[in-house]
């Protein structure tokens, strides 16, 4: 279409130029009129090509703007979900740090335990060893070592450190003599103040 009109335009610039050279040779006066509208038709070709390509840039432009507009909401999309995508690894990861604290404390908490009972278990052998108290009944010292097996039981479900020391007294013959059960239970103290040194199992980091 706009090449048509480029013809027309050129077609009637040719005939300006004919009808001028047709006056100058006394030509019919009708033929420099038509030559003259021919002109105002081309001009109006031109006119109308140059808004036929101003309608064209505007377009494009029209179109590259929306494809800018396209391409950074589809950018800033990408950044939300970066965003969210990061803080929720990051909370997902303080929710793990916060459990493995947990489980430490817990840790902590049920070897105090297992401490508790080697120490009254060594308080009741010590006893017995001095002197009979219980007047011919039976001896406490088989209920401490079943509360020593419960909470070194316990401990392991934590994923605590081992105790042999601790888990050899809780298995020992019930004719073991009061005195052998005590010096095994501060051995197995001993056992335990050690690892509370050296365990990481056992060491709760300090907050930030």
Do not use: C
């Amino acid at each position: 279409m706009i090449l048509g009109y480029l013809w027309s335009a050129v077609g009637g610039i040719a005939g300006v130029v004919a009808a001028r050279a047709g006056e100058g040779r006394g030509a019919d006066p009708w033929s420099a009129v038509g030559g003259i509208a021919a002109v105002v038709a081309a001009g109006a070709a031109l006119i109308t090509i140059g808004f036929a390509w101003a309608t064209v840039r505007e377009a494009r432009a029209a179109r590259q703007e929306a494809s800018d507009a396209h391409a950074e909401e589809m950018a800033e999309q990408r950044r939300a979900l970066q965003a969210s995508t990061a803080a929720h690894q990051e909370q997902m990861r303080e929710r793990e740090r916060a459990l493995a604290a947990e489980i430490k404390l817990q840790r902590v908490v049920q070897l105090e335990r297992v401490a508790e009972v080697l120490t009254d278990l060594a308080d009741v052998a010590r006893i017995e060893a001095i002197h009979d108290p219980t007047g011919g009944r039976m001896s406490p010292i088989p209920l401490g070592l079943a509360r020593l097996r419960v909470a070194v039981a316990l401990l392991d479900a934590l994923g605590g450190p081992e105790l042999p020391t601790a888990r050899r007294l809780g298995g020992q013959a019930g004719s073991t003599p009061p005195e052998t059960t005590r010096s095994n239970a501060f051995d197995a103290l001993r056992e335990i103040e050690s690892l509370v040194r050296s365990e990481d199992r056992l060491k709760l980091q300090r907050p930030d």
